[in-house]
């Protein structure tokens, strides 16, 4: 069955499984959604069917996915007045957090070095700039800026360690936070931080304080991944971010799809794990979605990625058929900790 070209035999199905879709549901985002379940599922089966079964099944397909929506609908409505009230709980006393802040401050000053600190409160108490400090420490004002810089980044590290009271599990918590905080992206990689905060429950905590602050990156997508309805917010997101470049829709369904699919084995065999998505500048425009678990790896990744074998072996799933969807597409897996799976996808050339 080597020569089926299932990228395009999917992709050719596109427009025949949204007029399906389109003619029972109105509501668009729900039709896209409904139109990517459709495709993952034809993905799922290109190996069981007959390349000119592959259009009616995908029609029958639609519409057992139109179908299985209503029912789902139907059973939320009945039980809605069973919800549970999953507000937030009330904010914790403000008098008393004050004061643990103010003593969580003052261990995480004590844990920088003197000279650090001193230029850091000449700076940000004492209101001196860049230039002044230069003059006195014999240096650059952006030699000193840099140096503020890296002091902020372990002061909010510090202070929230000092906060939990407690020190870091392992010696990789630090460097790792402080790759965060810094916002060092190509630390964050060389010191694996992706990887970490799967593993690392009290950096996986920290990091959200450290990541959230100031303003959101807004090229990046970060969806954590551990049930059914992530796969939805997964899929959503990345179509979202990819629809600001100049992908076609049927570009942004088989991206969407391509997510789906690394959600979805995440979910089955390797949760917990996380789908990042992100906008590329160079060296074309494109969106790159990195799809992290902590599963039990993948013993011959070449083998995984062959059609046929991951019908039969559970976490490969998926695999060969994200990889026809995509440009490019690789796989790191280390047995017992995980798998990463990197794929990208290229604007059209000539399109802005
Ligand atoms: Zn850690």
């Known amino acids: 069955m080597g020569g089926l070209d299932g990228e395009h035999d999917v992709a050719a199905l596109i427009p025949m499984v949204r007029r399906v879709v389109g003619a029972r549901v109105t509501d668009p985002d729900v039709a896209d959604d409904l139109v990517q379940e459709t495709l993952v599922r034809v993905l799922?089966?290109?190996?069981?069917?007959?390349?000119?079964?592959?259009?009616?099944?995908?029609?029958?397909?639609?519409?057992n996915v139109v179908a299985s929506m209503w029912k789902a609908q139907d059973r939320h409505r009945r039980n809605q007045h069973r919800v549970v009230d999953l507000r937030p709980a009330a904010a914790p006393d403000e008098n008393l957090?004050?004061?643990?802040?103010?003593?969580?401050?003052?261990?995480a000053l004590g844990r920088l070095s003197e000279r650090e600190r001193r230029t850091l409160l000449a700076h940000e108490v004492t209101g001196q700039d860049t230039r002044t400090l230069a003059d006195e420490l014999g240096s650059s004002a952006g030699a000193v800026a840099a140096q503020l810089n890296r002091s902020r980044a372990r002061l909010r590290v510090e202070y929230l360690l000092a906060l939990e009271q407690r020190e870091p599990e392992t010696d990789r918590c630090r460097p790792v936070l402080l790759a965060l905080s810094s916002g060092e992206r190509r630390r964050q990689q060389e010191v694996d931080a992706g990887r970490h905060?799967?593993?690392?429950?009290?950096?996986?905590?920290?990091?959200?304080?450290?990541?959230?602050?100031?303003?959101?990156?807004?090229?990046?997508?970060?969806?954590?991944?551990?049930?059914?309805?992530?796969?939805?917010?997964?899929?959503?997101?990345?179509?979202?971010?990819?629809?600001?470049?100049?992908?076609?829709?049927?570009?942004?369904?088989?991206?969407?799809?391509?997510?789906?699919?690394?959600?979805?084995?995440?979910?089955?065999?390797?949760?917990?794990?996380?789908?990042?998505?992100?906008?590329?500048?160079?060296?074309?425009?494109?969106?790159?979605?990195?799809?992290?678990?902590?599963?039990?790896g993948i013993l011959d990744v070449e083998q995984a990625l062959t059609d046929g074998y991951s019908t039969y072996h559970g976490l490969g799933m998926g695999l060969p058929g994200a990889r026809r969807l995509m440009d490019e597409f690789a796989v790191a897996s280390e047995v017992g900790r995980g798998t990463t799976v990197t794929m990208t996808k290229w604007q059209p050339e000539g399109r802005r």
């Open 44 to 63: 799922g089966a290109t190996q069981r069917v007959e390349p000119g079964m592959l259009e009616p099944y995908a029609i029958v397909t639609a519409r």
């Open 97 to 107: 957090l004050a004061g643990e802040e103010h003593v969580a401050i003052a261990e």
């Open 197 to 296: 905060l799967l593993e690392c429950q009290l950096c996986a905590r920290l990091s959200q304080p450290l990541l959230q602050r100031g303003h959101p990156r807004d090229d990046q997508v970060r969806i954590p991944i551990h049930s059914d309805a992530d796969i939805v917010r997964a899929r959503q997101g990345a179509r979202e971010l990819a629809a600001r470049l100049a992908f076609s829709k049927t570009d942004l369904t088989v991206i969407a799809t391509a997510v789906s699919e690394m959600a979805r084995n995440i979910v089955r065999f390797a949760a917990p794990g996380e789908i990042v998505a992100e906008l590329l500048e160079a060296p074309r425009l494109g969106v790159q979605v990195v799809a992290r678990d902590t599963g039990p």
